[in-house]
């Protein structure tokens, strides 16, 4: 069941780019990032590959998934800071906005502060429901959206590009992001392994 509501999402993702381009592109990231379970790796390759054929520009369609994340997060933001837990309590299964996956950002959030923001969006999961648990926390909005973007970049460039490489084969990709989302989440260990130690390093000094 859940393969098939992916795939008629996939199905109307790729049409929806296919006749408005950017604008899909913004509308669909947006709807991504504001907990609406559209998948983001089927978004951008898609439109990377029509990078190849001419109808769109990779700087463009690198930003217009990062504005459209940003749009989609800060919506998911205000909904946190203003809606809260029974927001989601009331109409969270609406949109598939589950307290198991709410919980897992949320501690994702609460562990590493501020910086999550930032590494959340390039994780499976945590990326589409970060933004819900620092509205929760009424972290600062400008420092929030200059995470998300930053965080944004990355993701959607990656994305976009390995869409423009692969062509026609573009949705070959599919089956491998499963191992690409493993190796980004050992690349962040890493990261904030090195920046805990850093920081122990320097309280010794």
Known sequence: MVTFIIDQLAYFSTHFIGNYGYFAVVV???????????PSEIIMPFAGFLVTKGDLNLFWVVMA????????SALSYCLGAYGGRPLVDKYGKYVRMSHHHLDIAEKWFNKYGDASVFFGRMLPIVRTFIS??????????????????LGALPFCYLMGWLGFKMGENW???????????????????????????????KSHK
């Open 65 to 72: 998934g990062v504005f459209g994340n940003w749009v989609g």
């Open 171 to 201: 949705e070959d990709l599919r089956k491998y992001f499963h191992y690409a989302d493993y190796v980004v989440v050992a690349a962040i260990i890493v990261l904030i392994g090195y920046y805990i130690f850093r920081k122990k390093s």
């Open 132 to 149: 819900f648990p620092a509205g929760l926390a009424k972290m600062n909005f400008t420092k929030f959206s200059i995470y998300t973007i």
């Open 28 to 38: 669909l990231m947006a709807l991504e990032s504001a907990n609406i379970p559209i």
